[in-house]
């Protein structure tokens, strides 16, 4: 009897950590944050003169959903050192977000975490849930020579 | 999922948004980024409705479309915190937790942030208000006065009607509706788009109905009552002079004829307005320069014909920036030029012009912590032109007066978690004597004189709420509730003081008439899921205590802790099955006391019993641009006292609406 009940707390407890190892791999980016990203930057008051590119560091999903929300832009996927004279980039990870900022000041860096527009790394984070809330960084914006109109301004919280 | 990508495929089609820059606020786009309505009438910045430091409740066009109504009135009248009660048929009132007066001088309502309030009297002419149902973005109801963002007559509350813009959208239907009482009804509105620059938006509309039934009314109540019609255009043209200008010029024009045989007053009225603004992005910050015109001529046609022309001229400026991460300042200045003259004023003119001043600080503390703070102070020069007469007892002098009235808005907004808010508030706004009120001079056959009051001074608002929300994200539903305490100062009424005798006449004299308290409670369940069932219920209790001077008759006007129902339940169900709606609303309020004028007697009481009134609506779309709806008004009686005025008859309408 404390063997079954040895060998079945083992086996959750390595459920749990499988749960847990997975859980902490890089995950695809959230369609639905994407597409918020995609319509904020509509509200920046000098657009990139076409083609504007967005480099979408990740995988074929995350290619696809930037590509479904950024539809004026040109998408395409690269990794931290391809964008250069790209309007923005598109992270999944804060050390990913890290390195893009580190190797490309003047681009749009999006990676959905707020200590990161804390920092000024990245440009713009969202949450989506219970109610969209908007982060803007001020030095990330300036940097990349990003003005956002005034109205949607006021209901962003700027960091 | 079918439904919900067939729905949103039809908006598509009917309205398409256009992602713009704006000097001017864009509500599509914006409410498409933050998943919430956006507003500007809490505070003059755009804001999500759940930061928003006020009371506030948004009917959206889907709201609309969805109570099969055919007047605003109709659209709004189930909602928690309102008072609606119905004169005749082109005659409905709308007030804001009680109060309720004929010509509600307490509410004022506006038409994208333009006040359409018939200064004359102080009233709201819904049916002469030229906008149309296909037309409206959103209704913003704000509840509490709101007097330092609008200034005077925000004293119960704001409602702002919000169209679709003619730069960033594109709003083109068509509505027919017959029906009973022989109604006879038609809506236009189409969007006209010049380049990328310029956008044009036009809308009519018309109606002509047969009056409600009088047969309970009495007789000296139901003479000469006029055919209930209405008809209104607008034309509101922007233009995106540079990336950071913005222009638009409006214009618009209204007729409506109405009865309100409880103080036997057949109106017919007409009303033109004009508007230009002037909106910039400046390195001071968003720079906006308004100015509007209206002009009201009021027919009435009751026992003395009588009529009067107000001629509104308002210019306005504010500046609207950002200091630093977390605060946000508008400061602003208004001057507004009011005069009338007729019949009313046997000839002459009387006037006024007001200076205001005013500022709002929003400042968010911290994380899901804000705190707004907004003060206006207004300053009010009477005048007179034209000749007194001398059986007043009056002279030109008595009107060179003034007064100031400083008023302010308070409100700490508090996301204690991510599914709850509280909100507390602290207000003061004012209700100003209209120009009827100050300078009427009417002889009465009979040896009796109507007179104003130039020396009336405006009722004070005080305002104090607590509010909490609650959002239920498992069950898709949202608690709202409200407690408040309300203190009105100064209260007035149109010939209400205490009669006097002035040589051979009765003077019957508008007179400043004591106080009021008010303490009320709203609780509102509501909830919609992605199945499409939607249901709504809600409770408002508010009860009231009036300190009215002695010698002060009891009348329509003085008392209010009587003609204000105590509870009110609101309730509404509905469902979309793919290309059905249906949908029901209705509400239960207790008994309150209302008053018929007779001519001998005066203001006599007349109790309207509780009672219980449901409206059912199911619409069909035919294709993505083609619409049929079917709305039963009164399903539980086919005759129903909502004021000591006419009965209110069940109502049936049937629509088509093409949207293109």
Same mark, same amino acid.
């Given at each position: 009897?404390?063997?079954?009940?040895?060998?079945?707390?083992?086996?959750?407890?390595?459920?749990?950590?499988?749960?847990?190892?997975?859980?902490?791999?890089?995950?695809?980016?959230?369609?639905?944050?994407?597409?918020?990203?995609?319509?904020?930057?509509?509200?920046?008051?000098?657009?990139?003169?076409?083609?504007?590119?967005?480099?979408? %560091? *990740? &995988? !074929? =999903?995350?290619?696809?959903?930037?590509?479904?929300?950024?539809?004026?832009?040109?998408? #395409? +996927?690269?990794? %931290? *050192? &391809? !964008? =250069?004279?790209?309007?923005?980039?598109?992270?999944?990870?804060?050390?990913?977000?890290? #390195? +893009?900022?580190?190797?490309?000041?003047?681009?749009?860096?999006?990676?959905?975490?707020?200590?990161?527009?804390?920092?000024?790394?990245?440009?713009?984070?969202?949450?989506?849930?219970?109610?969209?809330?908007?982060?803007?960084?001020?030095?990330?914006?300036?940097?990349?020579?990003?003005?956002?109109?005034?109205?949607?301004?006021?209901?962003?919280?700027?960091? | 999922?079918?439904?919900?990508?067939?729905?949103?495929?039809?908006?598509?089609?009917?309205?398409?948004?256009?992602?713009?820059?704006?000097?001017?606020?864009?509500?599509?786009?914006?409410?498409?980024?933050?998943?919430?309505?956006?507003?500007?009438?809490?505070?003059?910045?755009?804001?999500?409705?759940?930061?928003?430091?006020?009371?506030?409740?948004?009917?959206?066009?889907?709201?609309?479309?969805?109570?099969?109504?055919?007047?605003?009135?109709?659209?709004?009248?189930?909602?928690?915190?309102?008072?609606?009660?119905?004169?005749?048929?082109?005659?409905?009132?709308?007030?804001?937790?009680?109060?309720?007066?004929?010509?509600?001088?307490?509410?004022?309502?506006?038409?994208?942030?333009?006040?359409?309030?018939?200064?004359?009297?102080?009233?709201?002419?819904?049916?002469?208000?030229?906008?149309?149902?296909?037309?409206?973005?959103?209704?913003?109801?704000?509840?509490?006065?709101?007097?330092?963002?609008?200034?005077?007559?925000?004293?119960?509350?704001?409602?702002?009607?919000?169209?679709?813009?003619?730069?960033?959208?594109?709003?083109?239907?068509?509505?027919?509706?017959?029906?009973?009482?022989?109604?006879?009804?038609?809506?236009?509105?189409?969007?006209?788009?010049?380049?990328?620059?310029?956008?044009?938006?036009?809308?009519?509309?018309?109606?002509?109905?047969?009056?409600?039934?009088?047969?309970?009314?009495?007789?000296?109540?139901?003479?000469?009552?006029?055919?209930?019609?209405?008809?209104?255009?607008?034309?509101?043209?922007?233009?995106?002079?540079?990336?950071?200008?913005?222009?638009?010029?409006?214009?618009?024009?209204?007729?409506?004829?109405?009865?309100?045989?409880?103080?036997?007053?057949?109106?017919?009225?007409?009303?033109?307005?004009?508007?230009?603004?002037?909106?910039?992005?400046?390195?001071?910050?968003?720079?906006?320069?308004?100015?509007?015109?209206?002009?009201?001529?009021?027919?009435?046609?009751?026992?003395?014909?009588?009529?009067?022309?107000?001629?509104?001229?308002?210019?306005?400026?504010?500046?609207?920036?950002?200091?630093?991460?977390?605060?946000?300042?508008?400061?602003?200045?208004?001057?507004?030029?009011?005069?009338?003259?007729?019949?009313?004023?046997?000839?002459?003119?009387?006037?006024?012009?007001?200076?205001?001043?005013?500022?709002?600080?929003?400042?968010?503390?911290?994380?899901?912590?804000?705190?707004?703070?907004?003060?206006?102070?207004?300053?009010?020069?009477?005048?007179?032109?034209?000749?007194?007469?001398?059986?007043?007892?009056?002279?030109?002098?008595?009107?060179?007066?003034?007064?100031?009235?400083?008023?302010?808005?308070?409100?700490?907004?508090?996301?204690?978690?991510?599914?709850?808010?509280?909100?507390?508030?602290?207000?003061?706004?004012?209700?100003?004597?209209?120009?009827?009120?100050?300078?009427?001079?009417?002889?009465?056959?009979?040896?009796?004189?109507?007179?104003?009051?130039?020396?009336?001074?405006?009722?004070?608002?005080?305002?104090?709420?607590?509010?909490?929300?609650?959002?239920?994200?498992?069950?898709?539903?949202?608690?709202?509730?409200?407690?408040?305490?309300?203190?009105?100062?100064?209260?007035?009424?149109?010939?209400?003081?205490?009669?006097?005798?002035?040589?051979?006449?009765?003077?019957?004299?508008?007179?400043?008439?004591?106080?009021?308290?008010?303490?009320?409670?709203?609780?509102?369940?509501?909830?919609?899921?992605?199945?499409?069932?939607?249901?709504?219920?809600?409770?408002?209790?508010?009860?009231?205590?009036?300190?009215?001077?002695?010698?002060?008759?009891?009348?329509?006007?003085?008392?209010?802790?009587?003609?204000?129902?105590?509870?009110?339940?609101?309730?509404?169900?509905?469902?979309?099955?793919?290309?059905?709606?249906?949908?029901?609303?209705?509400?239960?309020?207790?008994?309150?006391?209302?008053?018929?004028?007779?001519?001998?007697?005066?203001?006599?009481?007349?109790?309207?019993?509780?009672?219980?009134?449901?409206?059912?609506?199911?619409?069909?779309?035919?294709?993505?641009?083609?619409?049929?709806?079917?709305?039963?008004?009164?399903?539980?009686?086919?005759?129903?006292?909502?004021?000591?005025?006419?009965?209110?008859?069940?109502?049936?309408?049937?629509?088509?609406?093409?949207?293109?």
């Amino acid at each position: 009897m404390m063997r079954t009940l040895l060998a079945f707390v083992t086996l959750v407890f390595m459920a749990g950590l499988a749960g847990s190892a997975e859980a902490s791999a890089p995950a695809n980016v959230d369609p639905k944050w994407v597409l918020i990203v995609a319509k904020a930057l509509d509200f920046v008051t000098r657009k990139p003169v076409p083609p504007a590119k967005v480099i979408v %560091v *990740g &995988d !074929a =999903a995350d290619l696809a959903v930037a590509r479904s929300s950024f539809g004026k832009m040109e998408v #395409a +996927a690269g990794t %931290v *050192g &391809d !964008a =250069a004279g790209a309007f923005a980039i598109i992270v999944n990870t804060p050390e990913e977000a890290r #390195a +893009a900022h580190a190797a490309n000041a003047n681009v749009a860096i999006i990676g959905n975490n707020e200590p990161c527009v804390e920092v000024g790394a990245c440009l713009i984070a969202v949450e989506t849930q219970p109610k969209v809330s908007i982060y803007v960084s001020r030095a990330a914006a300036l940097a990349a020579g990003i003005e956002f109109d005034p109205n949607f301004k006021m209901m962003i919280t700027e960091k | 999922m079918r439904r919900y990508l067939t729905t949103t495929a039809c908006a598509a089609v009917f309205l398409s948004t256009v992602p713009a820059l704006a000097q001017t606020v864009n509500y599509g786009s914006l409410e498409d980024v933050f998943s919430e309505p956006v507003t500007t009438s809490a505070t003059g910045k755009p804001q999500k409705v759940s930061e928003a430091p006020v009371n506030m409740e948004i009917i959206t066009q889907d709201d609309i479309r969805r109570s099969g109504a055919d007047n605003i009135p109709d659209v709004l009248q189930f909602l928690v915190g309102l008072d609606f009660r119905r004169s005749s048929f082109n005659d409905p009132e709308l007030s804001i937790r009680g109060y309720d007066q004929p010509w509600n001088p307490r509410l004022l309502v506006l038409v994208n942030g333009r006040p359409v309030y018939e200064d004359f009297y102080g009233d709201v002419v819904w049916a002469a208000i030229p906008v149309q149902l296909d037309e409206i973005r959103q209704i913003e109801v704000v509840k509490g006065p709101n007097s330092a963002l609008f200034g005077f007559n925000a004293a119960s509350g704001v409602i702002n009607i919000v169209t679709y813009d003619p730069l960033y959208d594109r709003a083109n239907a068509v509505t027919l509706r017959t029906g009973t009482q022989a109604l006879r009804e038609g809506s236009a509105v189409a969007t006209v788009h010049i380049g990328d620059t310029i956008g044009v938006r036009m809308s009519a509309g018309g109606m002509e109905a047969d009056e409600f039934k009088v047969n309970d009314v009495p007789a000296e109540n139901a003479v000469g009552l006029l055919h209930p019609m209405s008809g209104t255009f607008n034309i509101d043209g922007r233009w995106q002079v540079t990336p950071d200008v913005q222009f638009s010029l409006e214009g618009g024009a209204g007729t409506m004829k109405r009865n309100f045989p409880a103080d036997e007053t057949p109106e017919y009225d007409k009303t033109d307005t004009i508007r230009s603004r002037l909106s910039a992005n400046t390195g001071i910050g968003l720079v906006d320069l308004d100015f509007y015109r209206n002009v009201w001529q009021i027919n009435y046609l009751g026992s003395q014909a009588q009529h009067a022309t107000d001629i509104a001229d308002d210019f306005r400026a504010s500046d609207l920036f950002k200091i630093g991460l977390s605060n946000s300042f508008r400061i602003g200045f208004e001057y507004k030029y009011n005069e009338a003259y007729g019949e009313f004023l046997s000839g002459s003119t009387d006037y006024y012009s007001t200076y205001s001043i005013g500022g709002m600080w929003n400042w968010d503390i911290a994380p899901g912590v804000s705190l707004t703070n907004a003060l206006r102070e207004d300053y009010l020069q009477l005048g007179f032109k034209g000749m007194v007469l001398p059986i007043t007892g009056q002279t030109a002098s008595s009107y060179d007066t003034s007064l100031n009235a400083l008023s302010f808005n308070s409100g700490l907004v508090y996301s204690v978690s991510d599914e709850d808010v509280v909100r507390l508030m602290a207000a003061r706004g004012f209700q100003l004597p209209s120009l009827d009120d100050l300078g009427q001079q009417i002889p009465v056959p009979g040896n009796s004189l109507d007179l104003g009051q130039p020396a009336l001074k405006p009722t004070v608002v005080l305002n104090f709420e607590a509010d909490y929300d609650h959002t239920f994200t498992r069950l898709g539903a949202t608690l709202r509730s409200a407690v408040f305490r309300q203190n009105n100062n100064g209260l007035f009424g149109y010939d209400a003081g205490v009669p006097y005798q002035l040589g051979v006449n009765t003077v019957y004299q508008s007179a400043n008439l004591g106080s009021s308290d008010e303490t009320g409670v709203e609780i509102a369940l509501k909830s919609a899921s992605r199945a499409g069932f939607r249901w709504n219920v809600s409770y408002s209790y508010a009860t009231i205590t009036d300190h009215i001077d002695s010698g002060i008759a009891a009348g329509v006007y003085s008392t209010y802790a009587g003609s204000t129902p105590q509870n009110i339940v609101d309730f509404g169900i509905g469902y979309t099955l793919d290309r059905w709606e249906f949908d029901a609303q209705g509400r239960w309020q207790s008994k309150f006391l209302d008053y018929r004028f007779n001519a001998a007697l005066g203001y006599v009481p007349v109790t309207i019993a509780n009672y219980v009134t449901a409206n059912a609506h199911v619409g069909f779309r035919v294709t993505d641009g083609v619409s049929l709806g079917l709305t039963v008004e009164q399903l539980e009686a086919e005759h129903l006292l909502e004021r000591a005025s006419i009965p209110v008859d069940r109502r049936i309408i049937v629509s088509t609406t093409v949207k293109f």
